[in-house]
């Protein structure tokens, strides 16, 4: 062979593009080689690595001193569902619904290190299925989701004896019981657990603060929020307030235990939250094909205090969740059933959710009580399928309810379809 010549075989293939090492002389010394790798074209990526590799991040930069981070974000989800019950007169009823379950814009601002601003916002109203009047869908700026501000105190001092040591101050979820704790691009039934959804509070995002701290397996949250539940924006602290505590243990990464505690002021008035107190113990068992969810709730309704809280409304209410998923098709296919319990002291004690046996019905003579009672069963079966993980899904669900109402049973089988997606 020559200096500075191709074999035969070598240029042939480099010829056809294939990507291997090919073999070149160099400077005429048959002891002397090196390997020249061919350009490689680049890879088109997927929809889904697309979405995985943060589209919405418009501009990061640890060498800014002033602004570290800004990033956008939203998601979209909608479901459709067919009922078909009977009502507390024995009477017949059958239900389309159709709805735009959330609509958000969400953006994030890391700044001067150690601080952290996020809001989002609702970009939809879809009150079609509601039992109050206006009956309608509207788009465009509704509420406000999040607004908060935090400060990151590990960051800020590099603490030594503490993983993580957070303030966070603004309009914010209350999360109590585990559904609660997951967000809604990640649940896995098409809605949350009627009893998990109550004692997240009537007023879904009060106003107040929380403090963080973690070490190790452990995490301990603290919280003060504002009993003002009529606010747009940040809310006053004029009509009372009501305290939370969250105890997160993670022994290992297969099983979780949290243990909520919310309660009112005894001075105040239950308007933010509804009920005086709850608890709620859950555990969570995540392995590699199965896992199982176990939530414990027991609360107290409270008093009447100035006409809010009726006397069949009143007493101690309790119930359970239990929730076991199974992967069909790892990544793909999950299959999960739901089982929730609820029961109360008082006839009105416990109430369903508000999709969709308690909604708005066709024919008008319908009487579900409401969705008030003293005992519920409510079983939940579905398949999700994941197209690019959580933030692409598709969820399907059956589900049987059953309400011992004041005046009558209640029950109703539901028909669900679901798109959930973010990015």
């Known amino acids: 062979m020559k200096a ?19 073999v070149v002389a160099g400077d005429g010394n048959m002891g002397s080689k090196e390997v020249v790798e061919p350009l490689e074209e680049p890879k088109s990526r997927s929809i889904c690595e697309w979405i995985e590799d943060s589209p919405g991040l418009l501009y990061e930069s640890d060498d800014n001193p002033y602004i570290q981070s800004w990033e956008i974000g939203g998601r979209f989800q909608y479901q459709a569902a067919y009922l078909a019950g009977k009502d507390v007169n024995g009477r017949h009823f059958h239900d389309t619904y159709d709805e735009f379950r959330r609509v958000r814009l969400d953006t994030e601002l890391q700044f001067l290190r150690f601080l952290k601003a996020e809001l989002s916002v609702n970009l939809v109203d879809d009150r079609r299925f509601r039992d109050s009047y206006p009956f309608d869908l509207s788009w465009g700026y509704d509420t406000i989701d999040q607004l908060t501000m935090e400060i990151d105190f590990d960051e800020a001092f590099d603490l030594k004896f503490l993983d993580k040591l957070e303030f966070t101050y603004g309009k914010m979820k209350v ?6 704790h997951q967000s809604s691009r990640e649940i896995i039934t098409i809605e949350r657990s009627a009893i998990i959804d109550r004692i997240g509070g009537e007023e879904g995002r009060p106003t107040g603060g929380m403090l963080s701290l973690g070490r190790g397996d452990w995490e301990l949250s603290l919280g003060v929020f504002s009993g003002d539940a009529n606010t747009e924006y940040l809310g006053s602290w004029n009509d009372g307030q009501f305290y ?3 105890l997160e243990w993670e022994p ?19 308007l933010a939250l509804g009920y005086a107190w709850a608890s709620s113990l859950a555990g969570v068992y995540t392995g590699d094909r199965w896992g199982i969810l176990v939530n414990g ?5 409270g008093g009447v205090q100035e006409g809010h809280v009726r006397q069949r409304r009143q007493g101690d209410f309790w119930g359970c969740v239990v929730m076991p998923w199974y992967w069909l098709l790892e990544d793909k296919l999950q299959f999960v ?9 008082e006839l009105e004690g416990i109430r369903l959710d508000s999709r ?8 008008v003579l319908v009487d579900v009580g409401r969705g008030r009672g003293d005992l519920s069963h409510k079983i939940y079966a579905g398949l999700n399928y994941y197209i690019c ?3 692409s899904k598709i969820m399907g669900g059956v589900s049987h309810t059953e309400l011992r109402a004041r005046r009558g049973d209640v029950s109703a089988m539901s028909y669900l379809i679901a798109y959930r997606g973010y990015f």
């Open 4 to 22: 500075g010549r191709m074999s035969m075989p070598s240029f042939a293939l480099a010829a056809v593009g294939v990507a291997w090492p090919v």
């Open 175 to 180: 999360a109590v019981g585990e559904e609660a």
């Open 244 to 246: 939370y505590a969250s």
């Open 252 to 270: 290992t990464k297969r099983w979780r235990f949290v243990f909520d505690q919310i309660m009112n002021d005894p001075d105040g008035i239950d």
């Open 297 to 301: 709730v027991y609360g107290d309704n």
């Open 337 to 345: 059933v739901s089982y929730e319990y609820q029961a109360s002291e």
């Open 356 to 363: 969709y046996v308690r909604a708005r019905h066709q024919d």
């Open 389 to 391: 993980g959580h933030r």
